[in-house]
């Protein structure tokens, strides 16, 4: 993931172009839709991917993140800018959580629970205590108890020990995490097909481009949340 300013992203697109990357397509809705990074970039030697981004979360997370506040408070490593370890956890947390639908899947993974920790020890400030500033952080770290113990006092509320609970079984229980997963990702489909509803009826080229890429339109139907070219 990298961040540019609005008025310099086609400026890097093209750099990246320059030295041999490729552009993959766009999907249906992608074409004619705003969206918050370009479609990905791959070098032809299998480098890894690039996506250059002007906006960093879906739209339901957007408000959480500061892009200005963000490029202001970068730091340089290697002559290099990055961003500081407060920005990076935010990041962390909210791409798995938000753009990787952890919160509606109540999901996140062993990587993210360990960068985390890596992150926290380079800020002293942030701990699980002291940094949960969203639903999106809550659950996080609720979750990051699956893989990694509090070494605070855990909470004695009986809320918590039962939400908890309940993130423990919907991830441990083949049965309950397989049922919950559909529910999640039909609802995903829903709201992508209400979306694509609204395009369909607006839009003439998006109809005649529907019935061209029928297969793509059933994937995104069915509540696959991450189409391969371009999500």
């Known amino acids: 993931m990298d961040l540019v300013e ?25 074409k004619y839709k705003t969206h918050r990074h370009l479609p990905r970039l791959v070098h032809k030697d299998g480098l890894g991917a690039v996506e250059i981004h ?5 739209k339901r997370g957007s408000s959480l993140l500061d892009l200005q506040e963000i490029l202001a408070n970068r730091i340089t490593i290697d002559q290099v800018y990055v961003p500081d370890a407060k920005t990076n956890l935010d990041l962390l947390i909210l791409n798995n959580q938000v753009n990787d ?14 960068d985390s920790l890596v992150l926290e ?28 113990k509090n ?3 855990a909470s004695s509320k009986l809320k918590t020990i039962i939400v908890n609970n309940f993130y423990k079984h919907i991830n441990q229980n083949g049965v309950l995490k397989r049922i919950h997963s559909v529910i999640v ?18 839009n003439k080229d998006f109809r005649a481009d529907v019935w061209n890429h029928k297969f793509e339109v059933i994937k995104l139907f069915k509540g696959d949340p991450k189409p391969k070219e371009f999500n």
């Open 151 to 153: 070494p605070s006092k």
């Open 185 to 202: 990702k039909i609802y995903i489909g829903l709201l992508t097909c209400l979306s694509g509803v609204r395009l369909f009826v607006k």
């Open 101 to 114: 639908f952890g919160y509606l899947f109540k999901f996140t993974n062993f990587k993210s629970c360990y």
């Open 54 to 58: 002007s906006k960093l979360l879906r």
């Open 121 to 148: 020890q380079q800020h002293k400030n942030l701990t699980n205590n002291n940094y949960k500033t969203s639903k999106y952080h809550r659950v996080f770290y609720n979750l990051k108890v699956l893989y990694f």
């Open 6 to 30: 609005t008025s310099n992203l086609y400026k890097a697109e093209q750099l990246l172009l320059n030295l041999e990357y490729v552009s993959l397509k766009n999907t249906v809705f992608g």
